[in-house]
Every structure is written in structure tokens, then in C-alpha cells.
């Protein structure tokens, strides 16, 4: 009887020290996100599940095109993914659908977008702290654009989308 009892506990601690790990790593090394929307689509796709890493702004600061997974700002108990364009002090406009950064006259590399995006919307000054952001799939994303408080604060962030595990044939990392 007691070697019974010895074995369920041994059981029973080897669950526990599973569960406190999966816990830690997902504290404060990983996010984990399922894609609600086709807000992101081509890069990440409707129902795609994505890790991203909580350590890579500990070290670094986040980048232009830097796919982000942060705390919506007009709600943060949702999380949203989308692409970093507007940097801390920079000026946003989209004209014709295309984005310029300080009324540059040429406008941002947008070949990853799936379709020509439409509108005008800006300018946008960018606070210190504080990114621009847009989905991929810019004439279904709601995104700064449309959001009341229009920009992410670098607290909002949780991490930087690092790559897709589910489906199993989009395994692979996020670019």
C-alpha cells in the first residue's frame, strides 16, 4: 500500500512541476495567440496559433514591420496582433492607400499586403513610447486607424510574433 501512495505522489509532483513550468514560460517567455481575424492575412491566417517571445524587447527596441502581439488599447483584456509601421515620432499619413513617414515622397514597402489598400487617413504623430500599427490585410483590419486611443505604448506590447505551430502545414516562422 504505501509504495502505491509513494507512486501517486511521485505522480502527483511530477504534475505540478509540469504545470509551474508551462506556467513560467508562458509568464515570461512566450506568448501564446490564436488568430481571430483575417486582419493579418497572407503573413498569419484565420485559426493560425502562433508563439511569440516576450524576451525579444528585453533586450532590443521594437522595429518597423516587427509583427507584435500586445494588449488592445481600448481594451486590454483582448490581445491583438498586427505590424509595427510608426516609429516614436513620426508622422503617418496613408494617401491613395499607400504610407508615408514624414511626409516622405516616397511611400513604405507595403509588398506584403495582399491587395491594394484604399483610403486616406492621418496624419498621425506617433508619441514617444507609442507605434503606429497596421494588419496586413489593410482593408480588413481594424487597426490604429480606427481605434480610439490610436496608438500601442510600448507597455501594451507582450512580444514579437515569432512563428506559427498550428496548422501543422503552416509550422513555420513568421516573417
Excluded: H
Excluded at 513620426?90 to 499586403?113: A, Q, R, W
Amino acid at each position: 500500500m504505501k509504495s502505491k501512495i509513494r507512486e501517486l505522489l511521485e505522480y502527483v509532483v511530477i504534475f505540478v512541476v509540469v504545470v509551474v513550468l508551462v506556467w513560467l514560460m508562458d509568464t515570461f517567455l512566450i506568448v501564446n495567440a490564436r488568430i481571430p481575424s483575417e486582419s493579418m492575412e497572407n503573413t498569419i491566417m484565420t485559426g493560425d496559433r502562433i508563439i511569440g517571445s516576450r524576451l525579444s524587447y528585453k533586450t532590443g527596441i521594437p522595429q518597423r514591420y516587427d509583427i507584435i502581439i500586445f494588449r488592445y488599447p481600448d481594451d486590454e483584456s483582448v490581445l491583438y496582433i498586427k505590424r509595427i509601421i510608426g516609429l516614436p515620432g513620426e508622422t503617418v499619413t496613408i494617401i491613395d492607400g499607400k504610407v508615408y513617414i514624414n511626409d516622405s515622397p516616397e511611400p513604405l514597402d507595403d509588398s506584403f499586403t495582399p491587395e491594394a489598400p484604399v483610403g486616406y487617413f492621418g496624419p498621425y504623430t506617433v508619441p514617444g513610447n507609442s507605434y503606429f500599427v497596421l494588419g496586413d490585410n489593410r482593408n480588413d483590419s481594424f487597426d490604429s486607424r480606427y481605434w480610439e486611443n490610436t496608438f500601442v505604448k510600448e507597455s501594451q506590447i507582450l512580444g514579437k510574433a515569432k512563428f506559427c505551430y498550428f496548422p501543422f502545414n503552416r509550422f513555420g516562422k513568421i516573417e
